[in-house]
């Protein structure tokens, strides 16, 4: 649908051959779907043993989000199962999102960026903590599988519904070192422009000036400025 937009094709248009092939493909995989089944039922007695874990991506295609929880039981077996997922198609603008470049913007205040990051910044730092930011590799991420775009097939046997095998690892988890300095971060740094004017040391003859503009706003306009 993207491609299509980008080629901006009219209602009566035929699709090109490279989309038609590649929709006809998707057709057949999608009879695959009916045999993805997610779990929905929930059950967990302490909340002390039950964590939230959200992961997201990115890319020219989609941007994605998905939420799982982590559940230790009674006899200390760790149950990792999805709970939600959404997904949308990027908009024709690019997205310039860089995942280790927003752990940077969450840890700082959020007047220093620009307008775009700096209006949902705080309302991140409202709802939560930097510290429970952490950057995960692509291999480990659920989220990417759908900025890429997988087949059903493909799905059936990958980590958007198997375990991930990361979360059953020691709780918490260390804060990963590779997080960018705020240096990483400055294409996004808002910056303050100051203005100077040299002030005469006398100021003009007012008859002088009452000659040069036509109007008193004006002419008010001006001696606010020089005053």
């Known amino acids: 649908m993207q491609r299509l937009w980008k080629q901006q094709l009219q209602w009566d248009e035929m699709f090109p051959v490279d989309i038609t092939l590649e929709w006809e493909q998707i057709a057949k995989d999608v009879q695959l779907v009916k045999d993805i089944k997610i779990p929905r039922f929930l059950f967990f007695d302490s909340d002390n043993q039950f964590h939230l874990f959200g992961f997201s991506d990115a890319s020219e295609k989609a941007y994605a989000a998905t939420i799982y929880c982590r559940y230790v039981s009674d006899t200390r077996k760790i149950n990792v199962q999805l709970i939600i997922a959404k997904t949308r198609v990027a908009p024709l603008k690019p997205l310039y999102t860089d995942s280790t470049i927003v752990l940077a913007w ?75 300095s705020l240096n990483d971060a400055v294409s996004e740094e808002s910056h303050c422009t100051l203005q100077s004017t040299i002030v005469p040391k006398h100021l003009p003859d007012t008859s002088d000036l009452l000659h040069k503009f036509s109007s008193l706003s004006k002419l008010k306009s001006i001696i606010s400025h020089i005053a």
């Open 106 to 180: 969450i840890g700082s205040p959020a007047s220093r960026w620009k307008t775009f990051v700096a209006n949902r910044v705080p309302k991140i730092q409202t709802l939560s903590s930097a510290t429970q930011w952490h950057y995960i590799s692509v291999s480990a991420n659920p989220a990417d599988l759908a900025t890429r775009g997988v087949s059903s097939s493909t799905l059936l046997t990958s980590i958007w519904l198997c375990d991930l095998k990361f979360l059953h690892e020691t709780f918490p988890f260390q804060r990963d070192s590779s997080v960018p």
